[in-house]
């Protein structure tokens, strides 16, 4: 099993619909990252998450350390949201991100 | 003004060469990384090089060496090339509140 599991894995939504990403995971963590990878291959980070939420523009990011979950919120989605989205989780120090699956999200005009 | 580089952004080779790809990044990050992403698009950690600190994650063959000049690169050097080793390579580089991927490169063995 994956230390870093998502849902859903696909995602199709009509424009303007809220958009709600999940990943769970089952290691020890220092931070959290959701990444944002366009079809052009170019991988973006949205948000590090070490405890609580954040938000940035339509987007916001939730984590519940206790409960090793965290969930991605699109508002008022838009066919640019179109994009595979990582969340990914790093152990600590200088150590490398343990990546999820990604959630393939469609968004339809 | 690129904040991580990579060059090439595609390579093609044969089996049994040996290749390189350069990164670069003048963000002034202490930690820098490569990463793959195979054909599932599925990302894993190759390496991370943290003031002079390498930490190599065990799967990875050894045939595959990143080399460190200074503070503000990270190569990765890969000899005898195989089939299998088809990816997109994605470098990147993190303080403790930024982290910046490349642009990747794209490595197609034939």
């Known amino acids: 099993k994956n230390e870093v599991e998502q849902s859903p894995q696909n995602l199709t939504a009509q424009e303007g619909e809220f958009i709600t990403i999940n990943c769970s995971y089952s290691v020890g963590i220092s931070a959290l990252h959701w990444l944002q990878q366009h079809p052009g291959g170019g991988i973006v980070s949205l948000f590090m998450?070490?405890?609580g939420k954040k938000k940035h523009g339509r987007l916001i990011a939730t984590i519940n350390i206790q409960e090793k979950h965290s969930s991605l919120h699109i508002t008022a989605s838009h066919p640019r949201d179109s994009a595979v989205y990582i969340c990914a989780v790093r152990r600590g120090g200088a150590d490398g991100l343990t990546f999820g699956k990604g959630t393939h999200l469609i968004i339809q005009p | 003004d690129t904040a991580v580089s990579q060059t090439p952004k595609y390579l093609v080779t044969q089996m049994g060469n040996d290749k390189s790809i350069k990164c670069e990044q003048n963000l002034g990050h202490d930690t820098m990384y490569w990463y793959k992403q195979d054909s599932k698009k599925f990302l894993k950690i190759m390496f991370s090089?943290?003031?002079?600190?390498?930490?190599i994650n065990e799967t990875v063959p050894n045939r595959f060496s990143p080399k460190s000049p200074d503070k503000a690169h990270l190569n990765l050097h890969i000899n005898s090339l195989e089939l299998g080793d088809s990816a997109v390579y994605f470098c990147a580089s993190s303080s403790p509140e930024d982290l910046r991927f490349g642009p990747g490169t794209r490595l197609t063995v034939t």
């Open positions: 998450l070490s405890s």
């Open positions: 090089y943290n003031n002079k600190e390498l930490i």
